[in-house]
Nanobody, 124 residues
C-alpha cells in the first residue's frame, strides 16, 4: 500500500522554527518528486518547497526562500522541510505529496499521492 506519513506540525511563535517530516511507506521515493504544499483559509493551495529525489534539485516559493529548506535522508526514505524564522502568514495546513510526474520539481497534484495534512500555526 502506498502511503505518506507526515509529522511535525504544531504551534510556534513568530520567529521560531519547526521541522516537517514526510516518510515513504509501501514504496520508495527514488524516481519521484516530493513537495510540501500548504493551504490557508481563503487562499489557494500553493507549492512551498519541492525536491527531485533522485537528482536533488529543488524548488522554493519566493515567500519562503532563505527561511525554508527541503532535504532528503535516503537511508530512512524521508523528506524534511526545515522552517526557520516563521511568520504568521506561514500559518496553514501543510501537505506532503509525491509523484513520478512533476513540473519544476513539484509533483503534479493530479498524479500525486498525498499525506495527511498537518496544521502549522504561527502566532504573532
Amino acid at each position: 500500500e502506498v502511503q505518506l506519513q507526515a509529522s511535525g506540525g504544531g504551534l510556534v511563535q513568530a520567529g521560531g522554527s519547526l521541522t516537517l517530516s514526510c516518510a515513504a511507506s509501501g514504496f520508495t521515493f527514488d524516481g519521484y518528486s516530493i513537495g510540501w504544499f500548504r493551504q490557508a483559509p481563503g487562499k489557494d493551495r500553493e507549492a512551498v518547497s519541492c525536491i527531485n529525489y533522485r537528482l536533488g534539485s529543488t524548488f522554493y516559493v519566493d515567500s519562503v526562500k532563505g527561511r525554508f529548506t527541503i532535504s532528503k535522508d535516503t537511508p530512512t526514505d524521508t523528506v524534511y522541510q526545515q522552517m526557520n524564522r516563521l511568520k504568521p502568514e506561514d500559518t496553514a495546513v501543510y501537505y506532503c505529496a509525491a509523484a513520478q510526474r512533476f513540473v519544476d520539481e513539484c509533483p503534479r497534484p493530479d498524479y500525486a499521492s498525498w499525506g495527511r495534512g498537518t496544521q502549522v500555526t504561527v502566532s504573532s
